[in-house]
T-cell receptor, first 114, second 114 residues
Framework: EPEVTQTPSHQVTQMGQEVILRCVPI?????FYWYRQILGQKVEFLVS????????KSEIFDDQFSVERPDGSNFTLKIRSTKLEDSAMYFC????????????FGSGTRLTVV | AQSVTQPDIHITVSEGASLELRCNYS??????LFWYVQSPGQGLQLLLK??????LVQGIKGFEAEFKRSQSSFNLRKPSVHWSDAAEYFC????????????FGQGTTLQVKP
């Protein structure tokens, strides 16, 4: 069964440093997403990406965040200057189509900011 | 605004017993509804989804859910729980966003007693 692959599985970074979380979505999927889950809290939508541009973003997704699809396979989330409160599990997901279709989620990257 | 409420944060059932996890949503039109399961350290796996039609939907691992418009509910059920079902369960809704953004509930942690 096709999978969404995320790397690394765990990343520790110092406050103020830039991090890039990487994802390889399923190859024929067109919609890409990032979600995050702070420990003990619900999964929250960050951003959706379609046709090489952001299609929707949440209030959480401020100027510190950016997404990119640098080539035909990777989808990245960059946090420019990490804060302690950015510590969370970050999930990438992809979908063959948008509205109403179930996604395939990756296993997540646990980001710890110290 | 769309929202999802899972009233039970933690549920414990005995192996072999039946299970029902509650989910209530807030959305003006007919939503798309999903249940996901997350095992420790793992990503989110889709159990089942409701788009339209038959209000009783079958999913993987013996789970089913029933959409009740009058109660704004989408409860997850399983007739006989196995120890391997111990995990966290998330209800999610997608509706107003053309991008397929999911709004998640807080999650219910299921513990299974031998």
């Amino acid at each position: 069964e096709p999978e969404v692959t995320q790397t690394p599985s765990h990343q520790v970074t110092q406050m103020g440093q830039e991090v890039i979380l990487r994802c390889v979505p399923i190859s024929n999927h067109l919609y890409f997403y990032w979600y995050r889950q702070i420990l003990g809290q619900k999964v929250e939508f960050l951003v959706s990406f379609y046709n090489n541009e952001i299609s929707e973003k949440s209030e959480i997704f401020d100027d510190q965040f950016s997404v990119e699809r640098p080539d035909g396979s990777n989808f990245t989330l960059k946090i420019r200057s990490t804060k302690l409160e950015d510590s969370a599990m970050y999930f990438c997901a992809s979908s063959e189509a948008g509205q109403g279709f179930g996604y395939t989620f990756g296993s997540g990257t646990r980001l710890t900011v110290v | 605004a769309q929202s999802v409420t899972q009233p039970d944060i933690h549920i414990t059932v005995s192996e072999g017993a039946s299970l029902e996890l509650r989910c209530n949503y807030s959305y003006g039109a007919t939503p798309y509804l999903f249940w996901y399961v997350q095992s420790p350290g793992q990503g989110l796996q889709l159990l089942l989804k409701y788009f339209s039609g038959d209000t009783l939907v079958q999913g993987i691992k013996g789970f089913e859910a029933e959409f009740k418009r009058s109660q704004s509910s989408f409860n997850l059920r399983k007739p006989s729980v196995h120890w391997s079902d111990a995990a966290e369960y998330f209800c999610a809704v997608s509706g107003s966003s053309n991008t397929g953004k999911l709004i998640f509930g807080q999650g219910t942690t299921l513990q299974v007693k031998p």
